[in-house]
């Protein structure tokens, strides 16, 4: 099933994104007096599976999608002085928690992150990430302008390791839901990861984020996102015990660790919101 043993760093990824009111003004040449949402509403009446009772917000395509936040956790394999193998974590977004301010630049979102991947070149890991939050990644750093040569760059041969863009069998680039039946057969992130016991979503969906972002609620996307990471990382986690390739024992003691590092994270006020996610994960 995973061909390649585990990345010593791996990068569990997420992105949240709103209609991107400012293009469909350029695309649809609007007043520059109409407002956020009518722009929005814009780009949803121009989808082909607009419907004003059924479907008022059809899903949109990518470049029409305006980055508001990604969230990452880190896991590396460390070794102590007394030379034991540790794992460590870090959970991240951008923007930061706390926040500085509401305003959100999506150029700086993503050239910072993508500059970071570039640089360190973890193993990207998300759920149904290869055809969404990629594209989304992608087409929105054209449209944004974003350099990210070393993000790009790939190796000059098909079977060499480091590829994050190649189409088939890429553990570089580790889309999860690519390991379930698609179409409508595929599961949903926080289905998995509840029917795995995992807490999944708290307290926020998916199609309530624009609302969020027109309320100004940033803080609250950030955090929804961040938790999508973590059900992300708990799910390939259990991929990888059931792949075979983490024994019962390491697989018991990582969830342990990883439980504690979220218990640390509780400590920062901004990072309180987590303390849901343990009420939900009982071990």
Known sequence: MLRSPISGLSLFYDLEWVPDAAGAKRLYDLADDVSELEAMQALWQHSPQYDEVKNPRPFLKYMFSRVVSIAFLSRKVVYNSDREKVVEFGLN??????????????????????????????????????????????????????????????????????????????????????????????????????????????????????????????????????IDTLNTYLVWLRLVYFAGKMEEEDYVLEQEAFREFLESETQKPEKAFITEFLDKWPL
């Open 93 to 226: 977004s951008l923007p930061r928690l706390p926040l500085d301010e509401v305003f959100v630049i999506e150029a700086e979102l993503i050239q910072q992150f993508l500059y970071f991947v570039g640089k360190r070149r973890p193993q990207l890991v998300g759920y149904n990430s290869s055809e969404s939050d990629l594209q989304v990644l992608i087409q929105r750093g054209m449209v944004n302008e974003v350099s990210a040569p070393e993000f790009c760059s790939r190796p000059t041969k098909n079977y060499d390791p480091g590829d994050y863009f190649k189409r088939w069998d890429n553990e570089e680039h580790l889309d999860l839901a690519k390991q379930f039946s698609g179409g409508a057969m595929m599961p949903r992130l926080d289905e998995m990861a509840k029917l795995c016991g995992f807490p999944g979503k708290i307290d926020v969906k998916g199609d309530q984020v624009t609302d969020l972002w027109l309320a100004g609620d940033i803080t609250k996307i950030v955090e929804y996102n961040q």
